[in-house]
């Protein structure tokens, strides 16, 4: 089954589908492995990971749109990806669409956000007019009808935290966008309790909800309740990774190499800590014994070194 076809089917569970961001290859690997149906590509990490730079309308479409390729090709569950705005107008949006479509990510979002564009919960946005933002969903909703029908496009307004925005503006544009083709409806960086209940009250579609920033926090049980579709927590990998690293490059720089050796240690008795058959070794000699001449097995005998398992 493709992965936008699975993605549809989690969405018609009713239940409240719980999708914690990745933003490389690895962090989604180590999410799938733990059994998350579906994963979330941060624009926030993907331009923090691969460019060191805020989400600032810096990363460009190939660089997100390449890092969705790596994404989806690591892991076997449907990847909803962060698309920015689509960058540039609708014409923009319609590559945008057929670009993310051949990286075999299930779904995307885009939001309304003027060029450059920035992290949805930071101060300075500014949004693009309601008719441009239309057309621009129209469009994709066109391309994707074209090339694969169940390609989940999402619709993200942030016209709530926007210069001179309002959630009455941000709830309108909500409603505009599904009618102009959106499957479901993203209002961005709502910021108490009663205003997610209006959101969800007054939005004529499925809500995707992301729990972070200066939005409050819910549980599992109480997001279903509220009746919301889809809900994203994007920076909890990338945060670790953050405190991780940095807390062994003071121990390298307070220690010495020699911390390294206390680190693996530890980390062998992590759940993952079988670095290479988590890393697919095993994998890679299944398929040499599957479709390299015998002899080729040879290498392994007498070899130093991780031993994959022999098929």
């Not at 405190?243 to 530890?266: H, I, N, S, T």
Request: net charge negative; aromatic share 8%; glycine share 10%.
């Amino acid at each position: 089954m493709r992965a936008t076809s699975k993605l549809r089917q989690l969405l018609k569970s009713g239940q409240t589908l719980f999708v914690p961001g990745c933003y490389n290859a690895l962090s989604a690997r180590i999410l799938a492995e733990v059994g998350f149906p579906a994963v979330y590509m941060t624009g926030y990490g993907t331009s923090l990971a691969l460019l060191g730079m805020p989400d600032a309308g810096l990363a460009t479409m190939t660089e997100m749109h390449l890092n969705a390729r790596y994404i989806a090709n690591a892991v076997p569950v449907p990847v909803i990806a962060d698309a920015d705005n689509g960058y540039g107008n609708a014409i923009n949006v319609m590559r945008t669409i057929r670009e993310y479509i051949g990286t075999g990510v299930a779904g995307i979002h885009i939001e309304d956000q003027a060029i450059p564009k920035r992290c949805g919960h930071v101060a300075g946005r500014r949004v693009i007019p309601i008719e441009e933002a239309v057309g621009k969903y129209r469009a994709a909703d066109a391309v994707r009808r074209e090339l694969d029908p169940d390609f989940v496009l999402i619709a993200r307004t942030d016209a709530r935290g926007a210069s001179g925005g309002s959630l009455d503006e941000a709830i309108r544009r909500a409603n505009a966008y599904l009618e102009a083709g959106a499957d479901l409806a993203f209002v961005e960086g709502p910021t108490s309790v009663e205003e997610v209940r209006r959101v969800c009250r007054e939005v004529k579609g499925p809500v995707f909800y992301n729990q972070t920033g200066v939005s409050p926090r819910f549980s599992l049980a109480e997001m279903q309740e509220l009746g919301i579709a889809v809900t994203i927590i994007p920076g909890a990998t990338f945060r670790a990774t953050i405190e991780a690293v940095y807390d062994l490059a003071v121990a390298l720089r307070d220690e010495g190499p020699l911390a390294e050796e206390r680190f693996a240690e530890r980390f062998k008795r992590h759940p993952l800590g079988d670095l290479h058959t988590f890393a697919g070794f095993d994998r890679i000699r299944e398929w040499e014994a599957r479709y390299l001449p015998p002899e080729e097995l040879e290498k392994y005998a007498g070899s130093i070194g991780h031993q994959p398992a022999s098929a």
